[in-house]
């Protein structure tokens, strides 16, 4: 095999440091789809409904419940498969998408995303495909990002480019950012689980409506729970939703990933992205050791996991 033209940032550091970042990256995939696929049956649900209208022999059943990995995955694996292939072209990632999209392979995709793919199958230019204005506002970019916070080749034009591809929207683009440097902070330990996160982001986000969410956040007292920043709104506008799992995944110290990811469902909402997104930044500072092996279980039952281990495995192939 030919070197990669694009190497991890185990690059600048010992054999056991890069084995340890390899673990963080699969982790971090790992958690993010585990986040998405339990999440993903629960979307938009806001609590139990009391009908007392009907009656039940033997109560009311519940809910059926099946875990099922969405766009939130699939986009981060095609990322992960543009990245791996050498220096990062935008116009790939769209085609990818495409790709993806013709094979039958995204579930659940947002109207920005779906945009872009239409838009770059009739041959327009990955700078003018996908939605721009209040309607880009959406959390896609963000949720697809993660891999690139483990290449140091990344730059914040990268960031950009991935992001406009499907969402021109400064709200946009920051959520993307700050999960990026979330994933990165965690990576080099800057952020250790026990100090301020949403502090540590701040100074290198843009002035948005974004970020001054995460500023209100990181102003809670240390016993502030999920639930009540939920009430601050946790749907999928992203100045909602990535602040939201990003305070989430501050908490993943003191709850653990299953408890977290637990918490986060069960306050509705867009449950697959925010579970998904707080597994992501959970993952990359745990590493494999802080996935509960019942979830992991149990995502390997998913038919799609061959596929997903696939790629995994082929990304962390090119890393080296």
């Not at 993952?283 to 992991?296: D, M, N, R, S, V």
Request: proline letters at 4%; a neutral charge.
């Amino acid at each position: 095999m030919a070197p990669p033209t694009q190497s991890f940032v185990s690059g600048s550091v010992n054999k056991a440091q890069q084995k340890v970042l390899l673990g963080k990256f699969e982790a971090c995939l790992l958690c993010g789809a585990i986040g998405d696929a339990w999440g993903s049956s629960f979307e938009n649900e806001v609590g139990v409904v009391n009908d007392t209208t009907t009656y039940y022999v033997g109560g009311k059943p519940a809910k059926a419940r099946k875990w099922a990995i969405t766009d939130d995955t699939q986009l981060t694996l095609a990322t992960c498969e543009v990245l791996a292939a050498g220096p990062f072209d935008p116009a790939r990632l769209g085609q990818q998408f495409v790709a993806y999209f013709r094979q039958g392979q995204l579930t659940g995709l947002g109207a920005s995303t779906l945009k872009a793919i239409h838009d770059t199958e009739a041959g327009i230019h990955w700078t003018q495909t996908g939605r721009r204005g209040q309607f880009a506002a959406g959390n896609g970019a963000a949720m697809r990002i993660a891999p690139f916070a483990f290449y140091d080749a990344t730059t914040s034009q990268h960031l950009s480019d991935a992001c406009r591809i499907t969402h021109q929207n400064d709200d946009a683009y920051a959520g993307a950012l700050a999960v990026y440097l979330a994933v990165r902070a965690a990576l080099h330990q800057t952020w250790t689980g026990y100090n301020n996160l949403l502090l540590l982001l701040l100074p290198d986000l843009p002035d948005t409506n974004l970020t001054d969410r995460l500023r209100e956040l990181s102003c809670l007292p240390p016993d502030a729970t999920i639930a009540e920043v939920a009430q601050l709104g946790n749907n999928g506008y992203v100045v909602n939703s990535v602040p939201f799992a990003l305070f989430c995944a501050s908490k993943i110290r003191q709850l653990g990933l299953a408890n977290l990811l637990l918490q986060v469902i069960a306050t509705g909402g867009d449950t697959d992205t925010n579970a998904s997104i707080a597994g992501q930044i959970s993952g990359a500072l745990l590493g494999l050791a802080g996935i509960p092996t019942e979830l992991f279980l149990k995502l390997k039952q998913l038919p799609e996991y061959p596929w997903m281990r696939k790629i995994i495995d082929k990304t962390l192939l090119a890393g080296f």
